[in-house]
């Protein structure tokens, strides 16, 4: 496993970046880049993230961002980046 | 990467009902093989219960790691009749029953293979197994049968069509639901991952994962945006919407393989609707400018449909396969249901339907007091449609005893829940009487 999609969707509020990353400070994850805009209220976010050394805590990390999510009131996807690249090219 | 693909992305899941259909193992019982029935059930349990240990962990993991949906994890073997070839129709139990014992051990939804392929006669092991059909599929819960009678190198064989109308009446008298298990082919595929009709070829590899997509509804919600525009860009882009779902497939099918060390063999794009809202072919159909499915145009808008998934399909994976088109079943289609009810949607036009996607009359209730031979006559007219025009077809016609047209019968489930339609009264029987064998048409002799 190399890298994930880490996507936020939801009512914007003070924190969000904050406590997303900090659970991925915690997983020793590294942020290699972020996209952030607010669309009439909605904060929408992906982050790509390294996931070189975390083949056996994918479940761990996407459980505890999950949680983050739930506390702040937003959606949160984490996904394998493959999935994306297949879908949009050839 | 894209921020709006990636958006795309998770839209098409959360609201759009793009799901993994299926992930099916299909296993090959050639080797299972023993001097009893009771010995080759259990070699049969053991192969299963240890290739498919993991398929179920597999498939959660990889749907947590992509965020796509795995809706079944399925498994598909050899056609019993071949493993049984001396059973008597009682010893084929042991069979049925060890399917389903390995089915309910590694938590799979369904297991299919449970199947004769009888296009040109029948040997010892097929009729035993066709006699067995009805107990086996009242007796099991996970286990789904096929029987191919009719191809177009060898012709149709109306002996085989005869029994198959007699035994869906058998088991109509047994059970009102269990008729959704099995289905009755002309040119059925060997790697085809989607139920009733999953068997696992005799030319394939011993243990393969083959994989089922579908998203009707990533469909309509792309056609939706393109209202009014001429019917080539209407083509367009549901191959490119099929392209990017069959990705998906592809880079899921891949990962199981990889992960279950197994060999990966196709991905098949249906767009196989569920009884949900938006997960339908029918809206797809409705989508394209008919005011409801059934009305004249319908033959023409599926056939573009189901030849822009094909082509969009194939671009997108390594070895496309299964059966690959569009579906058409009635009971899992709410846009069909609807369509049936509104007295649009006749027999006579999903027979016509037939000929140009890729199965055939599939889950349509009938009132049970219809005859075994007019059941058998519809098998005949699908099989015509498959043999003559080289294409795979199917019936799943599901007679319910006690039903008058008009009802609703429900299946469970994914399966859904079917009107009974209305059947034509004259009689086929001595059509079906005749038995025999129609042969291969003229185009089939190419050698």
Request: proline share 4%; with cysteine.
């Amino acid at each position: 496993m190399a890298k994930a999609v880490v996507t936020v969707v939801g009512k914007d509020q003070p924190g969000i970046i904050a406590g997303v990353a900090q659970t991925l400070a915690t997983h020793n994850i590294n942020i290699l880049d972020v996209s952030q805009t607010i669309m009439s209220d909605i904060f929408t976010m992906s982050m790509l993230v390294n996931l070189e050394k975390l083949d056996e805590e994918f479940n761990a990390l996407q459980d505890d961002l999950n949680a983050v999510g739930d506390k702040l009131g937003v959606t949160i996807h984490t996904q394998r980046e493959e999935i994306f690249d297949a879908m949009s090219r050839v | 990467m894209e921020t709006n693909q990636i958006t795309e992305t998770i839209n098409m899941v959360a609201e759009e009902h793009l799901d993994i259909r299926t992930v099916t193992m299909g296993i090959s019982l050639l080797d299972t093989i023993a001097g009893t029935p009771q010995e080759t059930a259990k070699n049969i349990y053991t192969k299963i219960t240890t290739y498919a240990e993991k398929l179920v962990p597999v498939a959660q993991q990889i749907e947590r790691e992509f965020g796509i949906p795995i809706t079944n994890k399925r498994i598909s073997v050899t056609p019993i009749a071949l493993i049984a070839g001396k059973a008597s129709p009682d010893d084929m139990l042991y069979y049925a029953h060890a399917l389903d014992d390995a089915a309910k051990a590694v938590g799979v939804d369904f297991i299919g293979g449970y199947s004769a392929l009888v296009q040109k006669g029948f040997a010892n092991g097929d009729l035993a197994l066709i006699k067995s059909i009805p107990r086996a599929l009242t007796e099991t819960d996970l286990v789904m049968s096929s029987i191919n009678i009719g191809s177009t190198k060898a012709g149709i064989n109306l002996d085989a069509i005869k029994l198959m109308g007699e035994t869906i009446k058998a088991i109509t008298d047994k059970s009102d639901t269990a008729n959704a298990k099995m289905v009755v082919f002309a040119n059925a595929v060997e790697d085809n991952p989607f139920m009733a009709g999953a068997f696992h070829g005799v030319s394939e590899p011993d243990v393969v994962i083959n994989v089922g997509v579908s998203g009707p509804g990533v469909v309509k919600r792309a056609l939706e945006k393109v209202q009014g525009e001429p019917i080539q860009i209407v083509a367009e882009t549901v191959k490119k919407t099929a392209f990017k779902i069959t990705r998906v497939g592809q880079v899921v099918g891949t990962l199981a393989a990889e992960r279950l060390g197994v060999e990966f063999g196709i991905v098949d794009l249906s767009l196989a609707p569920t009884p949900a809202r938006g997960d339908s072919v029918a809206e797809v159909l409705e989508e394209i400018g008919l005011e409801m499915v059934g009305t004249h145009g319908t033959t023409a808008a599926l056939m573009l449909l189901n030849d822009a998934v094909k082509k969009g399909g194939v671009m997108a994976s390594q070895r496309v396969g299964g059966l690959s088109g569009a579906f058409i079943p009635v009971s899992e289609d709410a846009g069909m249901i609807d369509a049936v009810k509104a007295g649009v949607l006749s027999l006579a036009k999903l027979e016509a339907m037939t000929s140009v996607c890729s199965v055939g009359l599939d889950m349509i209730a009938i009132p049970g007091d219809t005859a075994a031979t007019t059941i058998s006559a519809m098998i005949a007219d699908e099989a015509a449609i498959g043999v003559q025009n080289n294409k795979t077809t199917a019936v799943r016609i599901l007679p319910t005893n006690g039903t008058k047209v008009g009802d609703m019968v429900d299946y469970g489930g994914l399966l859904g829940t079917a009107p009974v339609m209305q059947v034509v009264e004259k009689s086929s029987a001595n059509f079906i009487n005749r038995g025999g064998h129609i042969p291969a048409p003229i185009h089939s002799f190419k050698n």
